[in-house]
């Protein structure tokens, strides 16, 4: 079992900056996949961005150039740092562990936190 703990959510202005973290423990390695996805109301799941062990990330392209993921393995947490949000950044944000070898997709991810929701004003 792993559990993963969020933190970092809250309330900004257009073109502020947050800082998202998530913390794993439990029967986890440090080296796995790691990903944030979020979902706004009436929206479908989206990719925001994907980390492997070895430091490779992806991103959304709606987020690409504003968002950073990043990762320290000896903590096993993964960030996500926001800037420039804009109104519809606004969502509940999930980071997500892969228990498997590699992870490509949303399903590939065995498990996820609780959601942290963040929301820009507009």
């Known amino acids: 079992q792993v559990q993963l703990v969020e933190s970092g959510g809250g309330l900004v202005q257009p073109g502020g900056s947050l800082r998202l973290s998530c913390a794993a423990s439990g029967n986890i390695f440090s080296l796995n996949d790691m990903g944030w996805y979020r979902r706004a109301p009436g929206k479908q799941r989206e990719l925001v961005a994907h980390?492997?062990?070895?430091?490779?990330?992806d991103y959304g392209d709606s987020v690409k150039g504003r968002f950073i993921i990043s990762r320290e393995n000896a903590k096993n947490t993964v960030y996500l740092q926001m800037n420039s949000l804009k109104p519809e950044d606004t969502a509940v944000y999930y980071c997500?562990?892969?228990?498997?070898?590699?992870?490509?997709?949303?399903?590939?991810?065995?498990?996820w936190g609780q959601g942290t929701q963040v929301t820009v004003s507009s």
């Open positions: 980390i492997t062990g070895g430091g490779r990330t």
């Open positions: 997500a562990y892969c228990s498997r070898s590699g992870c490509y997709h949303p399903g590939d991810f065995g498990f």
